[in-house]
């Protein structure tokens, strides 16, 4: 009989716990750039790497797969060929950007929102084709983005983020332009809510007295 008052308790108490938990909102996992249609934020491509760490972290299990970097955040542009910068376009020779990041495990279990905005792509004109991998798993493609750019707006599934380290990569596939060049990038989430720590210590301290009342 305390067998089973245990288990009801313990489920209810668990339920408890993340009902008492505060709400989750959604909070910037990385923000590269400012929302204001211009490119002058980065560097250019042959001053900048195809890799940016937002985070120091143990990168090398990642695929693809980065350093364990301990550098901190890289700057999105350092006015030096030195390639620690952000590149500021994507183009048909120097098509890929990797963006390594960290994330919790409340955040890997929560809902993802990715936003990023292209502008005009220098005046070549043509249209491009870019691809969206998390953790090298496609989670997103547009087609035809024109010369003038625009803004492309994407959920990704959860089951595609590790807690610890990952990577987004972003990779022009084709079109019939030269380069397109990249105004902001943003990855949010809304993380899980942690359970209560009193609700947490509640339900050992009555697990506990239960228990000691089964041995008498």
């Known amino acids: 009989m305390i067998d089973k008052k245990l288990n009801k308790l313990a489920l209810f108490i ?23 249609n211009s490119q002058s934020d980065f560097d250019p491509e042959s001053q900048a790497d195809d890799n940016y760490y937002w985070e120091n ?9 980065g350093v364990n970097w301990s550098g901190g955040q890289e700057t999105w542009q350092d ?3 030195s390639q620690d910068g952000f590149e500021r376009a994507l183009l048909a020779g120097d098509p890929t950007i990797n963006i390594f990041f960290q994330l919790t495990a409340g955040e890997a279990a929560g809902t993802f929102q990715f936003d990023m905005e292209f ?10 084709n870019v691809e969206f991998k998390l953790n090298n798993t496609l989670f997103h493609t547009e087609n035809g983005i024109p010369q003038s750019g625009k803004l492309v707006s994407t959920g990704i599934s959860n089951t595609l983020a590790n807690t610890g380290s990952n990577v987004l990569t972003i990779n022009r ?9 990249i105004d902001y990038v943003e ?9 209560s720590t009193a609700a947490l210590f509640f339900l050992g301290t009555v697990t506990l007295t239960l228990r000691r009342q089964r041995k008498h």
């Open 14 to 36: 668990t339920a408890l716990s993340f009902v008492a938990a505060p709400g989750a909102t959604a909070a910037t996992v990385f923000l590269i750039g400012a929302d204001d």
């Open 57 to 65: 972290g143990d990168y090398t299990t990642t695929t693809p797969a």
């Open 79 to 81: 006015g030096v060929a």
């Open 119 to 128: 502008r005009a792509g220098g005046n070549n004109g043509g249209d491009h």
């Open 173 to 181: 596939t084709g079109g019939s332009g030269i380069w397109i060049q």
């Open 187 to 195: 990855l949010d989430v809304t993380p899980i809510p942690e359970p």
